[in-house]
């Protein structure tokens, strides 16, 4: 028989558990669950279109679903921790996935994976310590892990585009430049033009994006603040600051990209290295 002293102790844990976080979860899921009745109506079009999309997007929502939930528990417990170290861990997590994710667009530029995460981690790091060194966001996890991801997403995209676009237009425009290096370029002069292309391309759609906003559609950092309770003015004054970070941050990390991209296009006799562009 179990000691009734022991059973007493159970109880008096139990009692004092405070489990309301884990309730006020579960019932905070019941709009996002009777949102996925868009998703149903998204696979009931796929199976009458025949498009044969159904699985992915099943699979991408219960992916969405399980990442979120998994990461809202993750910074609940850093958000509540003092230590710098959470900070950064999270921090650099994020850079690590960015630049495998970004190496995997551009997977024919050797070490891409090395050459992304490198990029964008110096393109964040020095956006996110001139914010905090100009006082706009405090070194706190609230504020840090949430810009920090918005500037390594954006820089992601940028630096993903930039390498393959560099990679391509060098290869399309190959002889071009072996003549400049044949008359005395060196390699960034041989690919002036191909490097201003990648980044032109690669950044148009920030600029682009900076240029319509709130007009077109309210940015996610905005509409966050107006449908949490803040005024219309305060968001926009956040989002002017996020505008100006992604704009800096990427194009930080996609000219340091096309930096790092150049030892391995080109030998140390500066010679195109014709492994890497003849796939």
């Not at 921090?91 to 024919?108: D, E, I, N, P």
């Not at 810009?147 to 390594?152: E, I, L, R, T, Y």
């Not at 030892?263 to 290295?273: G, N, R, V, W």
């Amino acid at each position: 028989m179990q000691n009734p002293g022991s059973q007493q102790l159970v109880y008096a844990v139990c009692e004092n558990m405070d489990f309301a976080w884990i309730l006020d979860f579960l019932q905070g899921m019941i709009k996002p669950a009777a949102a996925t009745a868009v998703v149903l109506m998204a696979v009931l079009l796929s199976i009458f279109q025949r498009l044969g999309l159904e699985g992915e997007m099943i699979y991408s929502i219960i992916r969405a679903f399980l990442q979120l939930s998994v990461i809202g528990f993750v910074l609940q417990f850093i958000f509540t921790q003092e230590k710098s170290f959470w900070i950064i861990l999270a921090y650099l997590f994020m850079v690590t996935v960015a630049g495998y994710t970004a190496g995997q667009r551009a997977k024919h530029v050797p070490r891409g994976k090395y050459v992304a995460g490198a990029s964008i981690l110096a393109g964040t790091a020095v956006t996110m310590f001139l914010l905090v060194i100009l006082n706009v966001f405090p070194f706190t996890p609230r504020y840090i892990i949430p810009v920090a991801g918005m500037m390594v997403g954006n820089a992601m995209t940028v630096t993903g585009v930039t390498m393959k676009r560099l990679r391509d237009d060098i290869k399309t425009q190959l002889n071009l430049v072996e003549t400049a290096l044949a008359l005395g370029a060196t390699p960034r002069q041989a690919t002036l033009q191909q490097v201003k292309r990648a980044l032109v391309i690669a950044l148009s759609p920030v600029l682009d994006n900076a240029k319509t906003v709130g007009l077109i559609s309210l940015p996610g950092a905005m509409t966050g603040l107006i449908m949490g309770g803040a005024s219309p003015l305060e968001a926009i004054q956040l989002q002017i600051v996020v505008m100006n970070m992604l704009i800096g941050a990427s194009t930080v990390s996609s000219i340091m990209s096309t930096y790092l991209c150049w030892p391995a296009f080109f030998t140390p006799a500066y010679q195109l290295e014709t492994k890497v562009f003849s796939s």
